[in-house]
């Protein structure tokens, strides 16, 4: 009798880490999981996303065939393969009003603490950055789709939005090889608006992976879908407008005592740079992100450490 339940609870709880559809954590996390876009009105929005770039073999194919449409879509790099080579391609698809994000080919990412995923994520905008001179999208996929607890809190604090997919709008046919009609007729026959579509343009184990039919998939997906009347959106474009980051708007970050006053991370003061250090942060210290409050305990090493690395990539007011 008990035997049914443990393995209908255990199936569940793997379920919630590796669902490749909204689940149990992200519908405890509503305001931080995107599994569809919201849609609202007679529209037939739908949202291309592309996910194991930058790939030099295949992007560039991918970028002009979208310049060529018209279309914008956004484009979730993996941090490693974001280098000096690739960078003109990344900073391509900012020029061309692509949104960019952060994807990562580690499985086993939703094992670590909230602080790993918050380092990670905002040194890899840094780099982004540094490499493309422009901060990417607060918008984080993870590898298949496998988010934990702890990966929301991560992301929470970093202040990103973890997204998924929409419900077979995938290029995954089975287990049967990937040819651009398999991939474009899955993808057009489950289309509906507000729906997240993933192609893969790169491979998380093979930077240079062949993705011809990736290219050829999406000029079929965007010619039947535009017949059928769809149109073509950015997660940057979509989101609520203080989710939006872009380079001249960076986040400032301000850090406030439990009286609400404001308290300037000069580091020649002696309690923030103690707090910063990891040490003691400020009494009740929160961090206002003007796009987030986050409200954390005192004394926290992953507070400080998240401290320390907001302060270094944002500005900071008062
Ligand atoms: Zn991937």
Redesign the pocket.
Known sequence: MLLPVVIAAGAVLVMAHVAPFRFLLDAMHRDAAVWRMPVSGAGKPIYLTF??GPNPTATPELLSLLDEKNIKATFFVIDEYVTEETSPIVRRMFAEGHCVGQ?T?RRWLSLRSPAHIADMLLAGAQKIERLTGHAPSRHFRP??GWRSETMFRGAARAGYTIVGWSWMSWDWVGFRKRTSARVARQVVRHAAPGKIVVI?DGH?RNARADRTYAVEATRRIIDELRTAGYTFHTLCQSVAPDRQISAPQRPKVRITNDEGDCQRPDTRSDRLRRGIDGIALLPGAAIDENVRRVSMPTHSLELARLVKSIVANAGTTC
């Open positions: 996910d194991d994807h080919g590898h298949a893969h998380h």
